[in-house]
């Protein structure tokens, strides 16, 4: 009798569990201090930057956090601390379809070069969905995109000097 | 001053009737370029109309623009080749007129082919091949014009203040005009990626898209990337920016007359390259490639999949190589690539033949 009770609410229980899926989350890994896994919960909490592209005569607004803001908040060197041995660290920024590409840690600096590379999460005013991913990065500045990663997923830090 | 007072007058009603063209385009969407001296008017696209659809622009008074480049497939003609007046194939296959204001070249190979009111002439005067075999026929077809009521009206309005406003750069300038109307921007993709409709796309089709845009799924973005589905596109205030040409391996060897834009830049490198053209109403432009001889999308898929066809074409793109797609994969392209079709274009009337 009992048994029969305690089923139907583990399966209710089950059920609403397998029902929650996690919140789409951007990784920051590796060589940090503090790993994290991003939502754009916790990203709508950090200080938000936008840029302006200009798609093909399509103009988007990305609104999102400075890449900068991101790796400081994992504790990866930025500023006056980025110097030294820090300097010869590099970030892989990966794909959900296993698209890699790499910055080095000097060119996401502000106070090395105004690159303006921005974790977005939303595009003109909405979420970003389908093929942008959940998350993306926009480099406005860049002349090619390829380095503005769509779908994005993992930003792994490599310190090549320890 | 009797000039200078009617050229200011012309000058004023040229400027009158342009400015009551509206793109209609959706929010945010990019206006093409139009050439200074073909400014848009309701009446010149309108007159371009009648003019696509006209078989008296034919020697054999049986074929028009619109033979080859018809509106229910996206204006195209369902041929692997075309076919002109004489019967003589075209070497390539008829290309859409779909977007055609924004893309940076206008043929599969031509590079310097970039104003549309030359590429107008092309079928009609051109020998080689013979389309619509107009050469030294140019009186015959401006009398049988001229004698047309209809286009009495119509060139008057189209060319306001012009005396004698029925000849071949006319003709040429109000298809060219029309042509640029024949715009693709509410296909169900669009209502999905631009509208704020994302139940606009199936599930498949959203896959689709994701595999489309993947640079190490699929990487067909690579080549016909942007709004376009086509590469870099011309609008109003952009930059002018150039075609790319591809060589997508489908022959060892990419014999004459077909060797791409070889034939006008002369190097060797070159051979086999072809525009990759806009991919908006795909589902609709079979058989597929620059000779149509790829017969359908899945085939296409199948081709790229491969890395190309040939494997020998030591011109191949880098941007070929075999991938590694399941067969939900292909469905799943072929699904979103369906959601580029814009049904509404196939039948407008603002593009449909005003002579029935």
């Known amino acids: 009798m009992k048994l029969g009770r305690l089923c139907p609410a583990l399966l209710l229980m089950a059920a609403a569990i397998m029902g929650q899926e996690a919140a789409p989350s951007v990784r920051v890994t590796g060589a940090v201090k503090q790993a994290l896994a991003l939502t754009a919960d916790d990203l709508g909490k950090m200080p938000r930057a936008s840029v302006k592209t200009d798609s093909d005569g399509i103009a988007i607004v990305y609104e999102g956090v400075w890449l900068h803001d991101v790796l400081k908040r994992a504790g990866v060197p930025m500023g006056t601390d980025l110097r030294g041995k820090a300097l010869a660290s590099y970030v892989l920024a990966e794909a959900e379809d296993g698209y890699q590409v790499l910055f080095s840690l000097g060119e996401l600096d502000p106070e090395f070069i105004d690159n303006q590379i921005l974790l977005a999460d939303t595009a003109n005013g909405r979420p970003l969905f389908g093929s942008q991913g959940r998350f993306r990065l926009v480099a406005p500045k860049e002349k090619r995109g390829a380095r503005s990663v769509r779908m994005l997923t993992r930003l792994d830090v490599v310190m090549l000097r320890k | ?356």
């Not at chain 2, 050229?7 to 945010?28: K, R, T």
């Not at chain 2, 001296?37 to 007159?47: H, I, T």
């Not at chain 2, 908006?280 to 017969?295: E, F, K, L």
């Open chain 2, 1 to 356: 001053m009797i000039r200078r007072v009617a050229s200011f007058a012309l000058v004023a009603v040229m400027a009158l009737s342009a400015a009551d063209w509206e793109w209609n385009l959706p929010p945010g969407f990019p206006r093409p370029v139009v050439p200074p001296e073909n400014q848009m008017s309701v009446a010149k696209a309108e007159l371009g109309r009648y003019l696509f659809y006209d078989v008296r622009l034919s020697v054999n008074g049986q074929q028009s623009c619109a033979s080859c480049h018809r509106q229910e497939l996206a204006f195209t003609d369902g041929l692997a080749r075309a076919k002109g007046t004489t019967g003589e194939l075209h070497p390539r296959s008829s290309m859409s007129l779909v977007n055609v204001a924004y893309v940076p070249s206008l043929t599969w190979a031509n590079p310097a082919m970039d104003k549309l009111e030359e590429q107008a002439l092309v079928p009609m005067f051109g020998t080689d091949p013979v389309e619509l075999g107009l050469k030294g026929q140019e009186e015959r077809v401006l009398d049988s014009l001229r004698k047309a009521e209809v286009y009495q009206r119509l060139f008057s309005a189209a060319f306001p203040g012009d005396p004698r406003p029925i000849r071949m750069d006319t003709i040429a300038n109000a298809i060219a005009a029309f042509q640029r109307t024949i715009i693709s921007a509410r296909s169900p993709y669009d209502r999905y990626r631009y509208g704020g409709d994302e139940s606009a796309l199936s599930e498949a089709a959203q896959r689709g898209e994701k595999l489309f845009f993947s640079g190490e799924k699929a990487g067909c973005s690579q080549c016909h990337g942007g709004w376009n589905f086509s590469g870099s596109v011309r609008y109003a205030g952009g930059q002018k920016v150039e075609s790319e040409f591809h060589n997508t391996g489908l022959y060892d060897t990419y014999r004459a007359p077909n060797t791409g834009i070889q034939e006008h830049t002369g190097k060797a490198a070159d051979s086999g390259k072809f525009r990759a053209p806009t991919l908006r109403n795909i589902a609709v432009t079979a058989p597929y490639m620059h000779d149509g001889s790829i017969a359908t999308l899945s085939e296409v898929i199948e081709h790229y999949a491969r890395g190309g066809r040939s494997s020998a074409n030591p011109l191949k793109s880098s941007i070929l190589h075999p991938l590694s797609l399941s067969p939900r994969d292909k469905m799943d392209l072929i699904e979103f690539l369906q959601s580029l079709t814009e049904e509404e274009l196939l039948k407008d009337p603002r593009w449909s033949n005003p002579w029935r």
